[in-house]
């Protein structure tokens, strides 16, 4: 199926699980594609993150289409175990991929797009962006930042808790990571937790799939233009995973609310109290890793691009899959893409077919 640079139905940017869920729905379809990854080798975001993350859902929740990621012992698959599932799928179905290819550009020509990597091009009729967001991490703007002389790192380049052993060490964020990573780093150092508003936590027999079928209901709603009464939670409150469930009983989950600003060695809270900090852990979230798509002119203010489900208004030869809630509910998410990837794929195919 790898068809020559003019003869290709669609390219698909990146390599993850939103790539490999839209690749399986376009071979269906019995369109030519190409996918181009940035990774050296398989597994996508998975492959970056840090050593100990677990889902919070059980491998038959936590699959992608055609083919179940087999289960584990302990029920929560590890990232190593995602890592593997995802290499097995792509070799499973022979997937047309070249990596690592960091696509830097693309441009409109008169039968479709070009994409650009370097000093290489492709060409196809329609393009799909299914770069994720794990490159373009997010870190909040504080005073004094810059004059900070202790080390700062974002979720995404965090690996495990030994190099922060015996440090006074600050984890900022609400979300599952936060918690996950507090839960690790309070093991070995002095930990305070930061956060913008009260922590959420979900009850204890909670997890992945109820998330996933709470999503699911309020698909069905916006599909059938109504209402739907939801209870708390989503997809960025806290799962109390085993990890979480052990620090809450040594009471380490409990949160301040952000300081004002950084000194070199510390910060400075709200009532003018100083703190020597050593360290700061940002799981302050993502944006969308749409740079390449700059060119086109379709990025927002907000740097996302305007979509009508997961096709660009702007540019109709363009989707966009995985991103988060603004592509399609859950669409971040293994099982999640599932839905998302099987729509693009019929309306790209619709397009091409007409």
Same mark, same amino acid.
């Given at each position: ?15 993850? &699980?939103?790539? %490999?869920?839209?690749?399986?729905? %376009? ?6 594609? /190409? ?6 080798? $398989? ?7 840090? =050593? ?21 012992? =302990? ?11 995802? @290499? ?7 997937? $047309? ?8 550009? #693309? ?54 808790? &030994? ?10 964020? +609400?979300?599952?990571?936060?918690? &996950? ?7 070995? +150092? ?50 109390? !995973?085993? $990890? ?8 380490? %989950?409990?949160?301040?609310? $952000?300081?004002?600003?950084? @000194? ?12 020597? #900090? ?12 749409? =740079? ?7 990025? =927002? ?5 305007? !979509?009508?489900?997961?096709?660009? /208004? +702007? ?13 399609? %509910? ?6 999640? #893409? ?17």
């Amino acid at each position: 199926m790898q068809a020559g640079t003019g003869d290709l139905d669609v390219i698909i940017i990146g390599g993850g &699980q939103s790539a %490999l869920a839209t690749a399986y729905f %376009l071979r269906r379809a019995k369109l030519s594609f /190409l996918i181009l990854d940035a990774g050296e080798k $398989p597994g996508g975001a998975w492959r970056h993150g840090w =050593n100990s993350l677990r889902l919070f859902s059980p491998a038959q929740w936590s699959s992608i289409a055609g083919w179940m990621m087999p289960p584990v012992h =302990n029920e929560y698959p590890s990232r190593d175990h995602v890592i593997d599932y995802l @290499t097995q799928y792509e070799a499973r179905y022979q997937f $047309p991929i070249e990596r690592p290819i960091k696509v830097t550009s #693309v441009e409109r020509i008169k039968d479709g797009l070009r994409v650009h990597a370097g000093d290489r091009h492709w060409d196809a009729r329609v393009i799909v962006s299914a770069t994720g967001t794990w490159s373009n991490p997010y870190i909040p703007d504080y005073p004094g930042a810059e004059l900070f002389s202790g080390q700062q790192i974002h979720s995404a380049h965090y690996v495990e808790a &030994q190099p922060f052993e015996g440090k006074r060490v600050l984890v900022v964020g +609400a979300g599952n990571s936060a918690a &996950q990573i507090l839960a690790e780093v309070s093991k070995v +150092a002095d930990t305070v937790w930061v956060t913008p508003t009260e922590p959420m936590f979900l009850p204890d027999d909670v997890d992945g799939r109820v998330l996933f079928e709470r999503a699911t209901e309020r698909w069905k709603a916006q599909q059938e233009g109504r209402g739907v009464d939801q209870p708390a939670g989503g997809f960025g409150d806290i799962v109390m !995973v085993p $990890p979480v469930i052990e620090a809450r009983d040594r009471d380490i %989950l409990k949160a301040v609310l $952000p300081f004002r600003r950084f @000194t070199s060695t510390g910060v400075i809270w709200s009532d003018g109290t100083e703190t020597q #900090v050593d360290a700061v852990i940002w799981c302050t979230g993502f944006k969308p890793a749409l =740079n390449h798509l700059a060119d086109l002119g379709v990025l =927002n203010d907000e740097s996302r691009v305007d !979509v009508q489900g997961t096709r660009s /208004l +702007a540019e109709p030869r363009l989707w966009l899959v995985g991103y988060g809630e603004w592509t399609g %509910l859950a669409s971040a998410t293994l099982i999640g #893409v599932t839905r998302t990837a099987r729509s693009t794929a019929a309306e790209i195919e619709a397009m091409i077919r007409a």
